[in-house]
Nanobody
């Protein structure tokens, strides 16, 4: 089993920045891909960004390219999501997810077995 704990959410004005963290514990050697997803009220969970645990391959949703950066610190078993130039439409609960699946699963939330509890990000206009 893998446990994931997110932190770093909060309230920020449009144009501001936040950094989310996702700390993994347990059988972290099972992790190959890690992703950030978000879900706004009444909407489906959507992919934000993903990274391979060892190789550093990354992928981003078009809506966040150039504003968000995903990174990982293997020594700390932690994945980060740096969010800059935040917009009101970025408001959502952000979830960290991990799985042993291949890179082809990176942006598909249905492929991930392990999920954090979520952290709220609210961007005011």
């Amino acid at each position: 089993q893998v446990q994931l704990v997110e932190s770093g959410g909060g309230l920020v004005q449009a144009g501001g920045s936040l950094r989310l963290s996702c700390a993994a514990s347990g059988r972290t050697l099972d992790i190959y891909i890690t992703g950030w997803f978000r879900q706004a009220p009444g909407q489906e969970r959507e992919f934000v960004a993903g990274v391979s645990w060892s190789g550093g391959s990354t992928n981003y949703a078009d809506s966040v390219k150039g504003r968000f950066t995903i990174s990982r610190d293997n020594a700390k078993n932690t994945v980060y999501l740096q969010m800059n130039n935040l917009k009101p439409e970025d408001t959502a609960v952000y979830y960290c997810a991990a799985d042993s699946g291949p890179l082809g699963y990176l942006s598909d939330f249905r492929r991930y077995r392990y999920w954090g509890q979520g952290t709220q990000v609210t961007v005011s206009s």
